[in-house]
């Protein structure tokens, strides 16, 4: 987990010199939809990581984040404990 924007920063200066298959786990959001990141980070992650991202792998709650909305899974879907 980066969570500082300064930090991203940096990372972001370095994958972009790197030839890639960058995979991002963007931990941002814990599995009970707590949040782990501050705006700042957020937003780096979004404008600086991101696009260097080969392949982006959210977890649900990361994800509705990221669309700014909620996820409603389909009838009979499996979903974790709590949702």
């Known amino acids: 987990m980066v969570s500082s924007a300064e930090i991203i920063g940096v990372i ?9 298959n960058i995979v ?11 949040p782990l990141l501050k705006p700042a980070a957020l937003d780096a ?25 909620r996820w409603t899974p389909p ?3 499996w979903t974790p404990r709590g949702r």
């Open 45 to 69: 992650l979004k404008t600086r990581i991101f696009p260097l991202a080969d392949i982006l792998t959210p977890n649900i709650h990361e994800a509705e984040l990221l669309a700014a909305s």
């Open 24 to 34: 991002v786990d963007p931990v941002m959001v814990s599995t009970s939809g707590s």
């Open 12 to 20: 972001a200066e370095s994958l972009g010199s790197t030839p890639r």
């Open 75 to 77: 009838r009979g879907w």
